[in-house]
């Protein structure tokens, strides 16, 4: 089927940026419109590839041509002016997780969102919610006969400046084990209290000007009365790692991965392989609520990554306080 084309800018030129952009310079009836990079120059750079001209603002872009909508592909302190001047002028946007560093400033955009621009579309980048395997699970649990959940996101310490520094990244629980809060809320329900235990083993060993917690720990109560526990570290050597999501039920076990999704019952066990790709999806999802104004397949909005955000800073909280927070 042949589609109107839909104008879409791109905010940030690293790699995700990248991810998005060849996802999008692939899909039928969609032009990559312009790019916005910390310099104009990089902005340029960056959009050659896309035949797309770059940009130093948002503001800049969106005052040159009109925009159907906007990805926006920055580290987690770089959020604020972007979506706020977005949200002024109506546009809708497609943000990365983490929302922020913290929980305050995302909640002060959800609620410009509400004064300026309550019908704005909006999706937030947590694409394992995209997948088959992860539809199965919304499907056959049920948050009363959940006993508990147990996760992980095991691995080495990214290579970019920025996610060493709490300051900039909000950490490994808020820039990276936020997709399995995400799951984990998207499965079974909301997080009643969090009680997180965090600690730096070997800050400095390899990597200079490192402040990030390098391992963490965090107990969730859940308003089911599920207990779930999701453990972090980015102490491991690079390419060694595993991350999942485990649910531990009356009816049986599940054990999701990125890659696989295995069901333990009574009868047996077998594994489901995950063959679809979640991010195309989440565009598909994306730019089909832009085209129609249907917005039932954008599966995390900004006001729901909102509470994902609540949980992983208020995890922070908890190992810096010592004491078990309740949301
Ligand atoms: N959903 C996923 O699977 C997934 C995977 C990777 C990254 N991400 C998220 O995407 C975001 C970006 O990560 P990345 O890996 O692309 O980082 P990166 O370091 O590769 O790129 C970040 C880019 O943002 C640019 N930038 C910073 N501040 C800016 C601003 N104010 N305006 C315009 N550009 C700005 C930088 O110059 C850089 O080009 C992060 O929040 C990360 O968590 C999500």
């Given at each position: 089927m042949r589609h109107v084309t839909l104008k879409i800018g791109i905010v940030g030129t690293g790699w995700f940026a990248g991810k998005h952009a060849d996802i999008l310079a692939k899909t039928d009836g969609v032009e990559i419109a312009g790019v916005v990079g910390s310099s104009k120059n990089k902005g340029e750079v960056f959009g050659i590839r896309y035949d797309a001209p770059g940009y130093e603002s948002v503001f800049q872009m969106a005052d040159s041509q009109k925009l159907d909508g906007v990805y926006i592909c920055v580290p987690?302190?770089?959020?604020g002016e972007i979506e706020r001047e977005l949200i002024e002028r109506g546009i809708p946007f497609l943000v990365e997780k983490p929302l922020g560093t913290d929980a305050e400033l995302p909640q002060d955009i959800l609620g410009f969102i509400r004064l300026k621009s309550p019908e704005l579309i909006t999706s937030v980048g947590?694409?394992?919610?995209?997948?088959d395997n992860v539809a199965r699970l919304q499907e056959v649990l049920q948050p009363g006969r959940i006993g508990m959940a147990t996760g992980q996101w095991m691995g080495d310490m990214p290579q970019a400046k920025w996610w060493r520094r709490q300051e900039q990244s909000g950490g490994q629980f808020i820039e990276q084990t936020t997709h399995i809060v995400d799951l984990l809320r998207y499965c079974a329900g909301e997080v009643e209290e969090v009680h997180a235990v965090y600690a730096s083993r070997f800050p400095e060993e390899e990597w200079e000007r490192t402040n990030v917690h390098d391992i963490g720990t965090v107990t969730l109560k859940m308003k089911s009365g599920a207990v779930a526990n999701i453990s972090n570290t980015c102490v491991l050597p690079p390419g060694v790692g595993k991350a999942g999501l485990s649910f531990y039920t009356r009816e049986g076990l599940w054990e999701w991965t990125p890659s696989e999704l295995k069901e333990v019952g009574v009868d047996g066990e077998r594994v489901l392989a995950e063959k679809s790709d979640p991010y195309v999806r989440q565009t598909e999802a994306f730019l089909h609520a832009l085209r129609?104004?249907?917005?039932?397949?954008?599966?995390?909005?900004y006001e729901d990554a909102c509470k994902t955000q609540e949980v992983t800073f208020t995890a922070l909280q908890s190992a810096l306080s010592g004491r078990s927070i309740k949301l």
């Open positions: 987690p302190m770089a959020h947590y694409h394992f919610r995209y997948q129609t104004g249907d917005v039932s397949g954008i599966r995390s909005d």
